[in-house]
């Protein structure tokens, strides 16, 4: 196997039990054998599967929790995808899977779920803003639509400018798309504190285009459509 997957809570014992009985089949040296989220294993088991190689990597990814308890059929516990699209949009849960990593607990409440609501708020108000302003001020024939940046305007670019990279640094350092979540909603309260005075649409045309982007793994394609076309 290339990658073992699994849950967190399949560290122990069962994955060690698996290392456990590999080891018994051979008296060959199995390297070194790390406990960390994402381990890497040198095994040498030709015993038994005859192969160089039985895992290189495990991979375990958070639980999914409801009232603080692991989500699970032998709990009665569990709530289907489909049950819960009975409540909530299939975009907001998405939203609520972005706020955590993929190697965290994720809580399924009423709470969390109002967390996930809240971005979806934001994020659907501020780029009705932003199409409002397109329609109404971008004229891409018009000289007017071009205008020099002014030090405020400077600033808002500093900083749009260092929440793209943070936001590529997060989604390289093992897909942390809490953190991107987070830097979003950071990205649209700067743009929204903008958006009070005259804007320069250019600017606002390349926030927009950003933000879409980044959230496309949320929106629709024809919403990413109607900010893109400008």
């Given amino acids: ?34 406990n960390s989220n994402v381990y890497h294993h040198i095994f040498q088991v030709e015993a038994y599967y005859d192969i160089e190689n039985w895992v290189n990597y ?34 907001q849960l998405r939203i609520l899977f972005l706020m955590h990593n993929w190697n965290d607990v994720l809580d399924y409440s009423a709470a969390s779920m109002e967390r996930a609501l809240q971005f979806e708020k934001i994020s ?3 780029f009705l803003l932003v199409k409002d ?6 004229k891409p024939n018009n000289s007017e639509s071009y205008q020099k940046y002014n030090d405020e305007e400077l600033l808002l670019v500093n ?9 590529n640094v997060a989604l390289c350092d093992s897909i ?15 743009g929204n504190a903008y958006f009070i005075e005259m804007v320069n649409i250019l600017l606002v045309a390349h926030l927009g285009k950003f933000l879409c982007i980044s959230s496309s793994f949320v929106l629709s394609l024809s919403e990413v459509s109607s900010i893109i076309k400008y």
Avoid at 11 to 17: G, T
Avoid at 58 to 85: D, P, Q, V, W, Y
Avoid at 133 to 138: A, E, H, M, N, S
């Fill in 1 to 34: 196997l290339d990658i073992h997957a699994g849950g967190f809570d399949l560290k122990f014992p069962h994955h060690d039990n698996e290392i456990a009985q590999l080891r018994s089949c051979s008296n060959l040296d199995y390297g070194h054998y790390d």
């Fill in 58 to 91: 495990f991979l375990h990814c958070g639980s999914l929790r409801i009232a603080g308890l692991k989500m699970s059929k032998s709990l009665k516990n569990f709530i289907t995808i489909r049950e819960a699209l009975k409540h909530y949009s299939a975009r």
């Fill in 124 to 126: 659907n108000e501020f």
């Fill in 133 to 138: 302003y397109l329609r109404k001020y971008y």
């Fill in 159 to 167: 900083n749009f400018c260092k929440i793209k990279t943070e936001i």
């Fill in 176 to 190: 942390d798309t809490r953190t991107v979540v987070e830097k979003l909603r950071e990205l649209i309260a700067i």
